[in-house]
């Protein structure tokens, strides 16, 4: 039996409540097939295209006639973590009692600590929210004191910072639950980003890498194993040219290298195989596999997928 954390990324769960309904149905018997072998399991999840259609909707409602009151963007965090947790625990509780199983799933709302002198806050990096012309751009950096970026020639878009996490408000009732072998799921959208203020925790507009907030999870709760979901079966060096090169395993050694040699796109691959071997290196007999959701029973057999490890 292992204890597993797996990562599962937002873009796999569609951009609408419908499409996230009917997306949740094929997460579940890859799941539930771990949890049935005796696997203690720990799913965690993006959030970028749901936060967005949040934070969207409120800035929408703020500038109708009603005036509906702006939304602060960890509160759009928090009730992506609860609306996304109930369909996940909602289908996966489902397919428990389908297959007799004495086991219950939950969603805990989580708040992931971060350094407020994380150097991310000089260099807010991390798109959010609609598309605003030049002109709408200066008008939200003038009143709200937005930090505003050109994007990809689609017009300007809101940026936030993306700190790394330190800490996990909640890990210990997640190790509770973990231990008594319930089904937990936790750090949702890399958690809701939170600095320590006296003996408060207070809320700041941020973003949290999702795989980095499973890795701290996954050292927290002293997982064996951090499964990181992904579209692809494998990582692939020069990937999408002529010289591709699929991996089966990687060292930390190995995957330092590659990473300066910049064989990994940072805002899809890199930040994956950086958490996966910021865990292996974490301690002893720690592996880590890259893979998709499709192959992560074969992947955990070494059948498929990228597995890591330390030596």
């Known amino acids: 039996m292992s204890r597993i954390v ?3 990324g937002g873009n796999a769960l569609g951009k609408t409540p419908l499409e996230q309904q009917a997306a949740v149905k094929n997460t579940t018997g890859s799941i539930i097939d771990l949890l049935e072998e005796g696997h203690q399991i720990v799913l965690t999840h993006g959030n970028g295209p ?5 934070n969207l909707a409120f800035e929408l409602a703020t500038a109708s006639k009603e005036k509906t009151p702006a939304m602060p963007f960890p509160e759009c965090g928090a009730m992506s973590q609860g609306y996304i ?3 996940l625990q909602n289908a996966l509780g489902r397919e428990i009692r389908s297959r007799g199983i004495t086991k219950s799933v939950a969603t805990i709302v989580t708040q992931v600590v971060v350094d407020p002198n994380d150097v991310a806050f000089s260099r807010p990096t991390k798109p959010i929210g609609s598309f605003y012309s030049e002109k709408e751009a200066a008008s939200l950096k003038a009143e709200k004191g937005y930090e505003m970026v050109e994007d990809a020639g689609r017009g300007y ?4 910072p993306s700190p790394l996490p330190v800490d996990i408000a909640e890990k210990d009732i997640i190790k509770n639950l973990v231990d ?3 089904l937990v799921i936790t750090c ?3 958690g809701i980003p939170v600095i320590r203020d006296g003996d408060q925790l207070k809320g700041i507009p941020a973003v949290i890498d999702k795989d980095f907030a499973s890795e701290k999870l ?5 997982a064996d194993f951090l499964v990181i979901l992904t579209a692809v079966e494998r990582v692939a060096l020069n990937f999408g040219s002529a010289r591709e090169k699929w991996l089966a395993q990687m060292t930390v050694k190995e995957a330092k290298e590659y990473c300066a040699q910049g064989h990994f796109a940072s805002g899809s691959m890199l930040p994956k195989v950086k958490a996966s071997l910021q865990f292996v290196a974490s301690g002893k007999n720690k ?4 893979t998709s959701l499709e192959k992560v029973k074969e992947g955990l057999s070494g059948r498929t997928g990228t597995i890591i490890v330390k030596h």
Not at 157 to 160: D, G, K, M, N
Not at 218 to 222: D, H, P, R, V, W
Not at 287 to 290: A, G, H, N, W
């Open 6 to 8: 797996i990562a599962l």
């Open 50 to 54: 749901q936060i967005g259609m949040i």
């Open 85 to 87: 947790g109930y369909h």
């Open 157 to 160: 878009r809101r940026v936030v």
């Open 180 to 182: 008594c072998g319930q």
């Open 188 to 190: 949702g959208g890399g």
């Open 218 to 222: 996954a050292e927290m709760i002293e």
């Open 287 to 290: 592996k880590s596999l890259i």
